[in-house]
C-alpha cells in the first residue's frame, strides 16, 4: 500500500495536511509495508524538508502511488485518474458548485472517499477540523470585540504559531463585565470552551445568565434543549428535536435581550428552526453588538450572518435596521466575525489533531479488510459510480436538481 500526501492546490492556499511528518512515521512503525511519497509544496505548514528529515521521499509523480491524501478540492484537471481519493469534496450536500467535480470522479473512474463521511457504525464523525475552528473562532471573536470598541487590538490568529499563543495573547486583554454565549456542545463549541476557560472566564448557569447582573466578564454554554423549545409545550429532549425539527420553536431570544457576545458554534440541521431572524434583530432589547458565527451557515439560523468573511478581512458590520452591511465600527452596526475556513489559521495543531484521528481511525481499515466497515461507509464512488450509499447523488450528477 502506497499512500501519497498531495499538494494543495485550491485557491485560497490552504496550508493543511492530512498526515504531518510525525504521523507519516507513526504509520510507517505500525506498518512496515506501507510506503509513504509527500509531493512537494510551497504552502504546507510543514517544509519539504521536515518530510525528508523523518526519512520520506519527495516524489513529482503521485501516479506510483494507490491512495492519495488532501485536504480541499482537487481540481478537476490535476485529477489522476483511477485511484483513490481521500478529501473534502464539498459534494455530499448537492452544492452546485462542485457538480462537474462529482461527475470527474464518476468518468475518471475515481474511488473518492470524503472526510466528511468518515463516520463510526453509529454515524459519528471520526476525523474533522472542528475543534480548531472553535479555537480560532473563539479568538477572532475576542479580537472583533476588542476592534469593534477600541478597547485592544490583538493580533491575527494566522501570525501566531499554535494555541498556546492565542491563549497566552487573550490572557494579556482586558475585558468589561460582558455576557458572552456559546452555542454548541460539540468539537466546535468544546473547542470555543477552550478558550473561554483559558482565559479563566467565569461559567454560569442558563438561570444565573438570564437574570443576573455581573461585575466580571461570564459566559454561558447552551445546546439545542436549550435554545428551542417544543411548538406544543410538552416537554422535549435534543435527541427528538433532532429526529423531528419541525416539532420546535426557538426560545433563543430570551438571550438576545442580555448577551453582549455570540459565539456560535452549533450544529444547525435542516428544518431546524432559525435561532434569530432578522426582525429580531430588530428589536429595541436586542443587546448583541458581536457575533462569532463559527458554524457559518449563510442567510441562516443567524441572521446577522450574511456573507461569508475572509481570513484577510474577517470582519464585517450588519445593520439591523436597514439589514445591509456596513462599517462593523458604526453605532448601529452588529460585528460579524464569519470566516469559514477558521482551522487554516491555525495550520500546525489543525493538521497534528486531524492527522491523528486519522491515523487511529481510518488507516487501519487499509491493513484489516476494513472490518469495522471505515471505508465502505466513506466510500462514494466505484467503477464509474455512485455507491448504493450515496445514490441519492444521481440526480445531482445528472443535472435534474
Known sequence: MKFGIIR????????RVVLSPDACQKLRTKYPTAEIAVESSAIRTYADE????????????MEECDVLLGVK???????IPNKKYFFFSHTIKKQPYNRELLRAFLDKNIEMYDHEVITNEKGQRL??????????????GFRAYGLKYDLYDLPKAETLIDQQALIDALNNIKLPAIKILLTGKGRVGNGAKEMLDAMGLKKVTVANYLSTSFEEPVYCQIDASEYNKRKDGVRGNK???????????????RFTKVTDFFIAGHFYGTGAPYLFTREDAKHEDFSIKVVADVSCDIDGPVATT?????????????????????????????????VDNLPCELPRDASEGFGDAFLKNVIPAFFNNDKNGVLERARMTQNGKLTERYAYLQDYVDGKE
Open 8 to 15: 494543495e492546490r485550491k485557491n485560497p492556499p490552504d496550508r
Open 306 to 338: 450574511i456573507r461569508p468573511s475572509t481570513i484577510a478581512d474577517p470582519i464585517y458590520g450588519y445593520d439591523p435596521l436597514t439589514e445591509k452591511e456596513v462599517d462593523f465600527k458604526s453605532t448601529n452596526a452588529i460585528a460579524v466575525m464569519a
Open 239 to 253: 435527541a427528538e428535536f433532532f429526529k423531528n425539527p419541525e416539532l420546535y420553536q426557538t426560545n433563543f431570544v
Open 127 to 140: 476525523v474533522a477540523f472542528g475543534r480548531y475552528a472553535g479555537i480560532v473562532g473563539a479568538y477572532n
Open 73 to 79: 478540492e482537487v481540481p478537476i484537471e490535476d485529477l
Open 50 to 61: 521536515d518530510y525528508e528529515k523523518a526519512g520520506l521521499s519527495l516524489s513529482a509523480d
